[in-house]
């Protein structure tokens, strides 16, 4: 039998383990007596309060919430709860002075004597500020998730089974909150005939762990209408990092893809209408080029009449003029090619010496009657074997020797070609027309590059031009992989540069090579007095070309339509044939494969294309039916010259003894 004295012990020993308990626990505690003064209150208490314990045993509480403004917990009369009414769960917060808050959930009851008498109140008070905190992110979480604008979310158990969505998507499956999806799947939902597919999508995401993005998927929402939703699926995880279903996210795409439809809509009927543009100027090149023919044809002819000093005038007007437009309607077509971005380069190996004093002499004679001279000084560390496309380089030449012969009065105009850091591989060609001209101000020289740009006003300008050459220049220089510019100065002259990239294994320097003659290249004609077939219907161009073609010592045969062509070339052997491509009843490139066809067992004539067709593919078509030169009209006397040079002799060794005077 345990001693009163060691009960006592023990019972001291317990009052003291209970007291610390009581002082250390978490949660508040205050033991009030019936005046609501406080007897005890442990460190939690004093710590939520702010209070120093000297300063508040056996003050009233009631008071000291009063005085420090803070809520007090016991709201309704303490003599209710004296007579045995609990306060349970009640929350209070502490708002302090420092501004730092604390909620508390407070439990108050009665404490009871021996005798069963109320003594005084038990407030036991459990802070749940951390928690309150928690919850708060928590909602400000959902809300975001819930209001997220745009963007659908929703998540899934490991069946597929809803367990939330986003505002946005509720709306979409037509139901009056978030929380009526919880326990629904895709089938209960307006686009259950896909259902089936998202479940599909759901355990794929599920199984390998990994997400699924970019799933572009047509939806049918509540209201009828089909969505375009993109959607990423990602692995749902608990905090143990195990599966438990997935989260989804997903735009309405459905505005973007009309728009995009509606942008593709207008670019095919930009490109159409950039099509027809194209081939309407196509046409309009090909009706302008044919009456221009017959003029400078007719031109020509009256030229090699003996006309009188005043007709030599009148002549040679018609002709400038005639070659303006034509050059005019060169830009043009150009420009809109570029426009359509259908450029055509192509590069081929080409003599640039000869190119380039060519181009120089062709310019000679309109400086006869100019106080100017043109000059040029070509490096001889330059190449002359260069792969470009000579077709355009030479377009480019013309343009800004053109340009330098316009705008200079008087003077010197000097084209110099250099050849810029040679190494064994690569090289620059440079190519410089300085003029004595009129020079450019400094603040045009940037914008003359640009399309339909002058420096002149509309209204007071002296000389002509469509502003085109310089930005078709530019357009055909950068497409070659090179790069062109200009100085200048006002009144004085200007300098325009041009650069080309080029290869140096397929360039050969010739040095003290002299500058070929054209009467160099005539002697070395090989047939007298050639038999030709010319094949075109237009009456105004059969007389041209027959009387060009008789300037040149050729016999002529004229066929006027592919049927008279054919059988022309069945009955007689030509040395070469000059072929329209326009006939009435068949067109030129079905006689030119007819004729080929039926030679084959005879020497191939040459066949040169006679065309005011001169796009690429139209080139290219020629070609393909078995042509061996393509001459574009308006036909160049030179041009002709030049081609009859190359091509007669060709057919076969036995007639290569005659020559053309
Ligand atoms: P245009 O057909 O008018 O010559 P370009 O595009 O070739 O069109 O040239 C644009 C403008 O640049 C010209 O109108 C002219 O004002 C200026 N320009 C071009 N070359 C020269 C030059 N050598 N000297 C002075 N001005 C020039």
Redo the contacts with the bound molecule.
């Keep these: 039998m345990i001693s009163k004295s060691s009960r006592n012990q023990l019972n001291n020993s317990i009052r003291r383990t209970f007291s610390v308990l009581l002082q250390n626990c978490s949660d508040l505690v205050i033991c009030l007596d019936t005046d609501l003064c406080i007897i005890e209150c442990n460190n939690t208490a004093i710590k939520a309060h702010h209070w120093k314990r000297h300063e508040i045993l056996k003050k009233n509480y009631m008071e000291l919430c009063l005085r420090d403004g803070f809520n007090n917990p016991i709201f309704i009369d303490p003599n209710k709860i004296f007579l045995g009414k609990k306060i349970t769960n009640h929350a209070c917060t502490f708002i302090h002075k420092d501004k730092t808050e604390h909620t508390v959930i407070w439990n108050i009851t009665r404490l009871l004597n021996d005798k069963k008498e109320p003594y005084g109140l038990l407030m036991v008070g459990h802070d749940i500020t951390d928690i309150k905190e928690a919850w708060a992110q928590v909602y400000h979480l959902d809300s975001i998730i819930k209001n997220a604008p745009g963007l659908i979310y929703y998540w899934k158990d490991r069946n597929s089974v809803h367990l939330g969505c986003n505002n946005s998507f509720a709306q979409l499956a037509g139901l009056k909150s978030c929380e009526e999806v919880v326990g629904k799947t895709d089938f209960d939902l307006p686009w259950k005939s896909q259902a089936d597919s998202y479940r599909k999508d759901d355990q794929q995401v599920i199984e390998s762990g990994k997400p699924k993005s970019n799933i572009e998927d047509l939806l049918i929402a509540a209201d009828g209408t089909t969505r375009i939703v993109v959607a990423n699926k990602v692995p749902l995880r608990d905090i143990e990092g195990n599966i438990v279903g997935t989260l989804s996210t997903a735009a309405d795409i459905t505005q973007l893809k009309e728009a995009e439809q509606a942008t593709l809509e207008a670019k095919n009927k930009a490109e159409i209408a950039n099509q027809a543009k194209a081939n309407f100027l196509a046409t309009m090149s090909h009706e302008l080029r044919t009456p221009l023919n017959a003029i400078m044809g007719m031109a020509q002819i009256l030229l090699c009449q003996n006309p009188t000093q005043e007709q030599q005038e009148c002549i040679d007007i018609i002709q400038n003029a005639s070659l303006n437009l034509l050059s005019l309607i060169n830009d043009i077509l150009d420009f809109t090619r570029l426009e359509a971005g259908k450029l055509e380069i192509s590069a081929d190996r080409f003599d640039f010496y000869e190119l380039t004093h060519a181009v120089i002499s062709s310019f000679q004679h309109q400086l006869d009657h100019k106080p100017i001279k043109l000059l040029l000084d070509y490096s001889s560390d330059t190449p002359h074997y260069i792969a470009l496309d000579s077709r355009r380089v030479r377009q480019v030449l013309i343009?800004l020797i053109n340009?330098?012969i316009?705008?200079t009065l008087k003077g010197e105009i000097n084209v110099s070609v250099t050849c810029l850091e040679q190494t064994k591989k690569d090289a620059i060609i440079r190519i410089t027309i300085t003029?004595t001209?009129?020079?450019?101000p400094n603040d045009k020289l940037e914008q003359?590059f640009e399309r339909f740009?002058?420096?002149?006003s509309q209204y007071s300008r002296r000389?002509e031009?469509?502003?085109?050459?310089?930005?078709i220049s530019k357009q055909l220089t950068e497409a070659m992989g090179g790069s062109i510019g200009v100085s200048s100065t006002l009144g004085e002259g200007?300098s325009?540069w041009v650069e080309f990239p080029i290869k140096m294994s397929t360039s050969i320097v010739k040095q003290d090579t002299p500058a070929p003659s054209d009467s160099d290249k005539l002697n070395s004609s090989a047939i007298k007095n050639p038999q030709i077939l010319l094949i075109e219907d237009n009456l105004l161009n059969q007389m041209v070309a027959k009387s060009l073609l008789q300037q040149l010592n050729c016999r002529i045969d004229i066929a006027s339509d592919g049927k008279q062509a054919l059988q022309l070339f069945a009955d007689k052997d030509y040395d070469l044939i000059f072929s329209d491509i326009g006939l009435p009843d068949m067109d030129g490139l079905t006689v030119i494969r007819e004729m080929r066809k039926h030679e084959q067992e005879k020497a191939t004539t040459p066949i040169i294309a006679l065309t005011a067709h001169v796009l690429k593919e139209d080139r290219e078509n020629c070609f393909n039916a078995g042509t061996d030169a393509v001459i574009t009209k308006p036909i160049m006397p030179e041009e002709l010259k030049m081609t009859l040079k190359q091509w007669l002799g060709k057919k076969s060794i036995k007639k290569a003894n005659l020559t053309l005077d």
Aim: aromatic content about 12%.
């Design positions: 343009n340009n330098a316009k705008f003029d001209g009129i020079g450019i003359i740009t002058q420096v002149e000389f031009g469509a502003g085109l050459g310089l930005s200007s325009f």
